[in-house]
């Protein structure tokens, strides 16, 4: 970089060097496992202990269609409740909805890392979410109801508003927000978009296709 003579095998190793720099560039691996020990280490140092401080390894899914990207948003913003962390979404702190929530109408358009819901100001040509945000709380305030029930039939027929809409079946919605990392494998969509993603991944088999189907088509 600053134009210094390198012999052939300083710049055969800045080459391969380069080669590596950019492979990490790219794989979220690579990342994780730094950006995890390095909190790891943090906290074990707050906390005067040694050990393993994450319960497990980071889970990376697909989301091939945006009734799959609601479906994780929702089942990620009900993480507190379901941790029994919190009671509602105004105190469900560090999820999406909650920044949302403590964010002014007149900021709500340029929220910065979330991709906008749906409104009347939003201008044509940018990119949201086909939900408003009060129909996303309504959608959060009954399935919190349905986490809460005890009763599993019930559960599976307790009616939530703009799942239908969404094109989710009703009946396997509950799984979904209690379980969606296990409900799907490498990616979540539809049948159709499953397929897809499985020729040009060039896979021989694909996981939880059956899942996919019921829950989405």
């Not at 479906?71 to 941790?83: E, F, G, H, K, T």
């Not at 949302?100 to 819901?117: E, F």
């Not at 959060?140 to 027929?157: G, H, P």
Request: glycine share 4%; hydrophobic share 35%.
């Amino acid at each position: 970089m600053k134009g210094e003579i390198l012999s052939e095998s300083e710049y055969e190793t800045v080459k391969s060097t380069a080669d590596v720099y950019r492979k990490r560039l790219y794989d979220i691996s690579w990342f994780m496992r730094n950006l995890n020990e390095y909190i790891a280490r943090k906290a074990n140092e707050e906390d005067d202990c040694t050990g393993r401080f994450w319960e497990g390894r980071f889970r990376s899914q697909a989301l091939l269609t945006e009734k799959a990207l609601l479906s994780c948003m929702a089942y990620v913003d009900l993480n507190p409740i379901r941790a029994k962390v919190a009671t509602g979404l105004q105190d469900s702190y560090h999820t999406s909805i909650n920044k949302r929530l403590n964010t002014s109408i007149s900021q709500n358009k340029t929220i910065k890392g979330l991709m906008p819901l749906k409104s009347h100001q939003r201008c044509r040509n940018t990119r949201g979410l086909d939900l408003t945000l009060n129909d996303y709380c309504d959608l959060l305030n009954q399935s919190i109801e349905l986490l809460r029930d005890t009763d599993s039939t019930a559960a599976q027929t307790r009616p939530i508003q703009h799942v239908k809409p969404l094109g989710v079946c009703q009946h396997h919605w509950h799984h979904i927000i209690s379980d969606f990392e296990n409900v799907f494998s490498v990616a979540a969509g539809d049948g159709s978009s499953m397929r897809k993603f499985q020729a040009n991944t060039k896979r021989k088999r694909m996981a939880k296709i059956s899942s996919a189907a019921i829950c989405f088509d």
